[in-house]
């Protein structure tokens, strides 16, 4: 299976170009093609071993074995009044006991009824046969609740009070946590941000520090193939069956069915299906759009800079191939450094695995093929870690869980879990290897050194935005049809004349790389704005070459994310790319390599280099590249290597 869709990756001109019309959107038929053709390129591959964008079916998780000793009754949308007279509704799953006990709270726009329960977690019944009582609540604006729908905008206020409301609830003990993944990981941290006062702890997973940085952007990008599709299925959809807009439910579901067609719509400030003429449908994602740099429409939401006002323990699990593992171990090491109590810094912890966002190693799950083939020991342990944490902080049984910062991570290629006390790794050596080439543009086939080059020429390419790299693999979100995930061979991507790849000698001996990566980047350009791409690879003897993780950064943000400036053609500049940590022990043997390029399609919308506000046009410039790697220009990777032992 997976040779024949890299065989079909070889030749991105063949695929199911005609599923997009050319009145569907606003480029030329041929530029059109073009873009589709590469898109599917990257679906197709996606599919051959992506999970599907529906929610999977429960098959065999979550396993009925190991209940508690309570007997559970469920209360179906009881009510939970907001502070502003909002009418939030939960179903409270009561264990059948005399004793007060704890109160586990998830707030969820995914569906109270299912709980993020289809191939995550274990059911709010089984979690409640512990002797919780647990409560699972629509925010505002989705499912059953009343009021109207923005992301982000209401779940610090109506966090802190419905956190409140389940602490009051009869049988409660007083002690609140919280769990749930993705944006349910989100409305914790929010939660959070305001000190309830009953708040006790949180488990989120899957989730960001930032909702602009390494959310809905990245290095000043738009993330595409996460934020459109998923906006479009998901939120923008059920807050549509919320208000009982089924006409704008039915051209969601229309649109959501082919969503390659829509990724490629320009300007995206005019997207059909999202109806940005009127105001009830999705005007949250018209805001995005607008503010494309992280100003105050961002920052009022930051986790990252509210750590000192947390201050409750954090269990957070991540994957080494999820939409928000950057995001996730930040707030680890941030709530370690600035927590808001003694208690809280003493009590982070962080679990990374080979997951992607939705895939987290049960029986039924379909990731990536070669995190497929990793086998049981890759299996999640979040719902017997989150039973134990839940036990030890608001039962207040004694516990190894807990007491000091850890991080407990999976070490890919070794396919073993290790333990750390920090992040970044204590023991990390910060190793640099420079980009070094002949300036050979037929090759692209540079070398990476230990030692700094001398003068070499530049190594260049040409960026067409209407002729993007494709994305093969990746940390995207959330389905094969639309957000690239996972370790794939990036071999055909790498013929493409518009990616340069840098290798080093084989390894001498077998090697640990964990923690984040740094490309330092010296380019030119011919546009005014443009990307630059890095991409992290381990080459096997074999030629092989798999993605472990990668970055982008926009020209014009190179200095700051809130003040973007742009560039002057022609004129060196250097650039930080931050590469997504990944933790992969090199066999005696294997090369590393970095891949550098200008685009990574769908995973990030292609830059018009136009300089141009995202967003609001149709035009498109091709940009002339160059890649300095000489004496007064050190282009560069620097890597966390674990030292043996």
């Known amino acids: 299976m997976l040779s024949t869709c890299l065989a079909f990756a070889h030749h991105p001109s063949q695929g199911p170009t005609d599923r997009l019309p050319a009145t569907a959107h606003n480029l030329t038929p041929v530029r059109a093609q073009r873009i589709i053709a590469i898109a599917a390129t990257a679906l197709l591959v996606a ?89 699972v609540q629509d ?84 993330r595409l193939a996460f934020v459109q599709p998923w906006a479009m299925a998901s939120i923008a959809t059920t807050a549509a069956e919320n208000r009982g807009d089924t ?17 490629d719509y320009r300007p995206f400030k005019d997207l059909p299906p999202m109806q940005p003429a009127s105001p009830d449908v999705a005007p949250w994602y018209f805001d995005w759009i607008r503010h494309s740099a992280r100003d105050d429409y961002w920052t009022r939401w930051s986790i990252r800079d509210h750590y000192p006002d947390i201050g409750v323990p954090v269990l957070d699990f991540e994957g080494w191939y999820d939409a928000f593992l ?24 962080l679990v990374i695995g080979p997951w992607d966002h939705v895939d987290w190693g049960r029986p039924d799950d379909s990731p990536a093929p070669m995190l497929k083939e990793i086998g049981a020991v890759a299996n999640s342990p979040i719902n017997d870690l989150m039973l134990d944490w839940f036990d030890h902080f608001l039962k207040g049984k004694p516990s190894d869980v807990a007491g000091k910062p850890r991080v407990d991570y999976f070490l890919m290629g070794a396919d073993t879990w290790k333990t750390a006390s920090s992040w970044p790794l204590p023991q990390t050596k910060w190793t640099t290897y420079y980009l070094s080439g002949a300036g050979d543009k037929a090759a692209r086939q540079g070398a990476l050194t230990p030692a700094a080059p001398g003068d070499q020429p530049p190594d260049s390419y040409t960026y067409d935005p209407n002729y993007p790299a494709p994305s093969l693999g990746g940390h995207s979100c959330c389905g094969p049809q639309s957000g690239p995930q996972g370790p794939y061979d990036q071999s ?47 080459v096997k003897p074999d ?17 700051s994310l809130s003040a973007p400036t742009p560039i002057t053609p022609g004129v060196p500049y250097k650039y930080t790319i931050a590469v997504w940590p990944t933790s992969y022990e090199f066999a005696k043997g294997d090369r590393i390599r ?6 990574d399609y769908p995973q990030f919308a292609p830059n018009p280099n136009t300089g141009e506000p995202f967003g609001q046009s149709t035009a498109t410039a091709v940009a002339t590249q160059a890649i300095l790697h000489d004496s007064a220009h050190p282009s560069s990777i620097t890597l966390p290597v674990i030292p043996t032992g």
């Open 594 to 599: 970095v891949e550098i390029s200008s685009s």
């Open 47 to 135: 599919a051959c071993g992506g999970h599907t964008s529906e929610p999977t079916a429960v098959g065999h998780w979550p396993p009925a074995h190991n209940r508690g000793p309570c007997e559970v009754t469920k209360q179906d949308d009881a009510p939970a009044t907001m502070r502003d007279g909002t009418v939030l509704r939960a179903d409270v799953y009561r264990p059948r006991t005399n004793d007060p006990v704890p109160v586990i709270l998830m707030r969820t726009q995914y569906g109270k009824t299912e709980a993020q329960a289809a191939g995550r977690y274990q059911t709010p019944d089984w979690f409640a046969s512990q002797c919780y009582l647990v409560v």
């Open 247 to 263: 006409a704008t439910v039915a051209e969601l579901a229309a649109a959501t069915a082919d969503p390659t067609r829509w990724m």
């Open 543 to 559: 030629g092989q070459s798999v993605n472990l993780n990668n970055g982008i950064i926009r020209a014009s943000f190179r200095d």
């Open 492 to 538: 055909p991507v790498q013929q493409r004349s518009d990616v340069l790849v840098y290798s080093s000698d084989p390894m001498a001996a077998d090697t640990e790389i964990t923690g984040p990566t740094t490309v330092t980047l010296w380019a030119t350009s011919s546009a005014p704005d443009t990307d630059f791409t890095a991409k992290l690879d381990v």
């Open 139 to 222: 925010i505002r604006g989705q499912g059953a609740s009343g009021g109207s729908f923005t992301e982000f905008a209401h779940d610090q206020d109506d966090g802190y009070d419905s956190v409140e409301w389940a602490a009051a609830l009869p049988g409660s003990n007083g002690k609140v946590g919280m769990y749930g993944s993705s944006y349910v990981g989100a409305t914790q941290w929010l939660a959070a941000t305001t000190k309830p006062p009953h708040l006790t702890t949180i488990v989120p997973a899957n989730t960001a520090s930032d909702y602009y940085d390494g959310w809905t952007y990245e290095g000043g990008e738009f």
């Open 326 to 349: 950057a995001g996730g171990v930040e707030n680890f090491a941030g709530m370690a450094a600035h927590g808001g109590t003694q208690e809280a810094r003493d009590n982070q912890r």
